[in-house]
């Protein structure tokens, strides 16, 4: 089940505080994205990177952070910022082009109270 | 942009029976549809896609069409058994949006009767 590794796979807060979610994978695959998956919305997408110390907003990135620092490492923080932040939260990679198939963690369920 | 539309939300079958879940896509540039399956409590995994070359695409029980015409495609399971339950997830990529990652539609769930 190796490949890309989410952690914690839960994770609590009290509201105000930022969280910070980690993504590792070691497939050597140059894209890497997250995804925020709510009931009945299906997957929708926060921010994604194609190569080391770039990355860019997806549909939904108000309130969130990322950074790609190594090729290896894409984490997310859940900023104070963010309205609703309690949800599933997937991360995903692939080869550069975005028609290759998509390998996702296990995801990290994230509650704020 | 892309906007992908999935239906039904839910869906119900007998085991054995044929299942049918269909998308429409609204980027007439979209060239690559896959589909992913996520079982109960874990992640999503690729089990077919269809790239915009061909209209129809098959892997055992599991089959994929694609009308590009109309801009849609559709999931067809055949002869369903229990471990096909699951929510499955069709999505397209978006060629026209400065080449931006796949959109998703928002899933349905098939559950199968035994």
């Known amino acids: 089940d190796g490949g890309i590794t989410q952690s914690p796979k839960y994770l609590f807060r009290k509201e105000g505080q930022n969280v910070t979610l980690s993504c590792e994978q070691n497939l050597n695959h140059d894209a890497m994205y997250w995804y925020r998956q709510d009931p009945g919305q299906g997957l929708r997408l926060i921010y994604y990177?194609?190569?080391?110390?770039?990355?860019q907003k997806g549909d939904i990135a108000e309130g969130y952070s990322v950074s790609r620092e190594k090729k290896e490492s894409f984490p997310l923080t859940v900023t104070s910022a963010q309205k609703n932040p309690t949800a599933f939260y997937l991360c995903?990679?692939?080869?550069?082009?975005?028609?290759?198939?998509?390998?996702f963690g296990n995801g990290t369920r994230l509650t704020v109270t | 942009g892309e906007n992908v539309e999935q239906h039904p939300s839910t869906l119900s079958v007998q085991e054995g029976d044929s299942a049918v879940i269909k998308c429409t896509y609204s980027?007439?540039?979209?060239?690559?549809f896959p589909w992913y399956k996520q079982e109960l409590g874990k992640r999503p995994q690729l089990i077919i896609d269809i790239r915009s070359n061909v209209g129809e695409k098959k892997d055992q029980r599991i089959a994929v069409t694609l009308n590009k015409t109309a801009k849609h495609f559709s999931l067809h399971i055949t002869e369903t058994q229990p471990e096909d339950s699951a929510v499955y997830f069709c999505?397209?990529?978006?060629?026209?949006?400065?080449?931006?990652?796949?959109?998703f539609g928002k899933g349905t769930r098939l559950s199968v009767i035994a």
């Open positions: 999505a397209a990529n978006r060629p026209d949006s400065g080449n931006t990652p796949l959109v």
């Open positions: 980027d007439s540039a979209s060239n690559y």
């Open positions: 995903a990679s692939s080869m550069a082009d975005y028609d290759s198939p998509l390998h």
């Open positions: 990177s194609q190569i080391v110390n770039d990355f």
